[in-house]
């Protein structure tokens, strides 16, 4: 049974850092699959979800949406099944639950992705 869990979210203020992490377990070849970070506010469903970034298998290849560049970096450890986004410099419109999401060839769309996580809720403050 696959296990997706985030974790790392809360309250901050406007300007500060937030580090997400997400460790998958039930999944043996981890390294073999695309990670990717969503986020959904209130109202939406899932396949609304905002792809913020994803990541390659191996690391190397990553994607990040226009509003978050420079401000947020995707990484995985493979070692330690987990994915990680560091968020810096964050803004009240970054506030939303944060989801982790698996799939076998990525891609920036909800639809692509087999298994995630219940996600984690950042709420920034002005």
């Known amino acids: 049974q696959v296990q997706v869990e985030e974790s790392g979210g809360g309250l901050v203020q406007a300007g500060d850092s937030v580090m997400l992490s997400c460790v998958v377990s039930?999944?043996?070849?981890?390294?073999?699959?695309?990670m990717g970070w969503f986020r959904q506010v209130p109202g939406k469903e899932r396949e609304e979800r905002e792809c913020?970034?994803?990541?390659?298998?191996?690391?190397?290849?990553?994607y990040y949406t226009d509003s978050v560049k420079g401000r947020f970096t995707i990484s995985r450890d493979n070692a330690k099944n987990t994915v990680y986004l560091q968020m810096n410099n964050l803004k009240p419109e970054n506030t939303a639950v944060y989801y982790c999401?698996?799939?076998?060839?990525?891609?920036?769309?909800?639809?692509?992705?087999?298994?995630w996580g219940r996600g984690t809720q950042v709420t920034v403050s002005s």
């Open positions: 913020v970034a994803t990541i390659n298998y191996s690391g190397d290849t990553t």
């Open positions: 999401e698996v799939s076998h060839f990525g891609g920036i769309t909800t639809e692509v992705y087999v298994d």
């Open positions: 039930g999944r043996r070849t981890f390294d073999k699959y695309a």
